[in-house]
């Protein structure tokens, strides 16, 4: 399609129907089934505001889900366009290779001062799975300057989700994202996760759990020797699955376990930083400091895409004497113009208390969400912050879950589509056991609790009874 041909189909308001007309012929879109869109519409999003957003066809949905995980401080904020325009016409783009510019420079030093221990060392992204990318890296190259050539492996957790880059998806547990791209980059190692609802150990105690499950990564290390085993990855809260908090004690036992091994912890809060817990880094709320923390997503609520690996002083030593370097980078890793809106976004979450609100709200979030609990189909609610999965079973009692088919047509056949058809927008998934995702926008209060708590009871209701 010309330019011309465009600007004419497109430039007099939004036309749903040619719209998404368009999206079906040429729009590829990501972990999309495109052959659901064949007789029906595409979802097109148009516009959004504080918690709300609105299709082509002007309804409005609550934004359950922040985007993906993503917009913290809310839609439409002015001061995040502003930021972005002004230094898009001083310095629209300049690289980070050999060279620095004043907003990765201010960016840099402000992430270091907000980060715990001594990550004092910033590498910029332009997303979550880069960094992760980059921590496995950086990781490998660490014990080949260090004198010990065979650490390169990783530990990561069942399930988990970190990136879809090889190396990334090699640490990322999820089966079927992982099957159709195999072979992977080898040397990475599965252990338990902290799935307390499904615990095969210690389910009736909660700190004895997290030992056995921090214990696992202990043995998976052991099995394939310390002396080759670089990093363990783990999210503060795991996502995939429906998050899975870490139980009390775990994450001391884990830096423990690294430490005896001469492992690397790397914490992925690609997700969990930025507020989604209710601290600027969820390794905080949780007493632990990683060797490195991969993030990305909230750091600009959105606005313009960044990500950042946060090293320590010790892992960075050996590149910064010598001829040593990290050949290694991005083209637009720490982008002008992103880190701008991450600064004026981190304004934000200073201005008005972001982090606090979370902190304050968390408790009535859950209760909120509690409440579903006198649903038949709704076996745990889990999660930290402003961030909850919602598992849905078959049977309380035994907590027996769907099989297949009658998981994807719960989830694909009637909930995603209803849920949002009554105006949640948020996330059914079955990366394990079918959840229910909820991560909405950080400055949402009880109100918007209540209307997610309202349609979720319908639409869990009506998929009750349909089974």
């Not at 064949?38 to 889900?65: F, N, Q």
């Not at 499904?198 to 700190?207: T, V």
């Not at 004895?208 to 990093?231: C, K, L, N």
Request: proline letters at 6%.
């Amino acid at each position: 399609m010309t330019t011309p041909q465009f600007a004419d189909r497109f430039a007099h308001g939004y036309d749903h129907d040619a719209l998404s007309a368009s999206a079906r012929e040429h729009l590829w879109m990501h972990f999309t089934r495109m052959s659901g869109y064949r007789h029906v519409p595409v979802p097109t999003i148009v516009r959004g505001d504080g918690a709300r957003i609105w299709d082509a066809r002007g309804k409005s949905y609550l934004d359950g889900l922040a985007g993906l995980f993503v917009v913290q401080a809310g839609h439409g904020r002015q001061e995040l366009v502003q930021a972005a325009a002004k230094q898009a016409s001083e310095l629209a783009f300049f690289p980070l290779w050999s060279y620095a510019h004043p907003q990765a420079i201010a960016l840099a030093d402000r992430l270091a001062t907000l980060a715990p221990g001594d990550l004092n060392k910033v590498f910029f992204t332009t997303g979550g799975g880069e960094a992760v990318e980059t921590a496995w890296k950086l990781a490998k190259q660490y014990f080949k300057l260090t004198g010990k050539p065979m650490k390169h492996k990783v530990i990561s957790r069942s399930i988990a989700y970190h990136g879809t880059p090889q190396g990334a998806l090699s640490i990322t547990g999820i089966p079927d994202a992982r099957k159709w791209f195999e072979p992977l980059v080898p040397g990475a190692h599965k252990a338990a996760n902290t799935n307390f609802y499904r615990a095969p150990e210690h389910g009736d105690d909660l700190e004895a759990f997290g030992r056995w499950a921090a214990d696992e990564i202990d043995r998976a290390i052991e099995m394939e020797g310390p002396d080759t085993v670089a990093a363990v990855f783990v999210e503060p809260v795991q996502n995939s699955g429906g998050c899975f908090p870490p139980p009390p004690g775990y994450f001391q036992r884990l830096r423990a376990i690294c430490d005896k091994h001469d492992v690397l912890l790397v914490s992925d809060e690609t997700i969990c930083a930025f507020g989604r817990l209710g601290t600027t880094f969820a390794c905080d709320k949780f007493g632990y400091v990683p060797d490195m923390l991969t993030c990305a997503k909230g750091m600009t609520s959105g606005y313009s895409p960044i990500g950042a690996c946060l090293i320590s002083e010790r892992i960075a030593e050996p590149f910064y004497s010598g001829a040593d370097y990290f050949p290694h980078g991005y083209t637009f890793g720490g982008h002008p113009v992103s880190a701008a809106v991450a600064m004026a976004n981190l304004d934000i979450f200073e201005h008005e208390r972001l982090n606090e609100h979370v902190l304050e709200h968390e408790g009535a979030f859950r209760a909120t969400l509690e409440r579903l609990y006198d649903l038949p189909i709704v076996g745990d609610v889990r999660g930290d912050g402003y961030f909850y999965g919602i598992e849905l079973v078959k049977d309380k009692a035994t907590k027996e879950t769907f099989d297949d088919d009658e998981s994807e047509r719960l989830l694909r056949g009637f909930l995603s589509k209803a849920l949002f058809d009554a105006g949640l927008y948020c996330r059914a998934d079955d990366r394990g056991d079918p959840v229910v995702q909820l991560a909405p926008p950080l400055i949402i209060g009880q109100r918007e609790f209540d209307e997610i708590e309202g349609i979720l009871r319908a639409v869990l209701t009506e998929a009750w009874n349909r089974l």
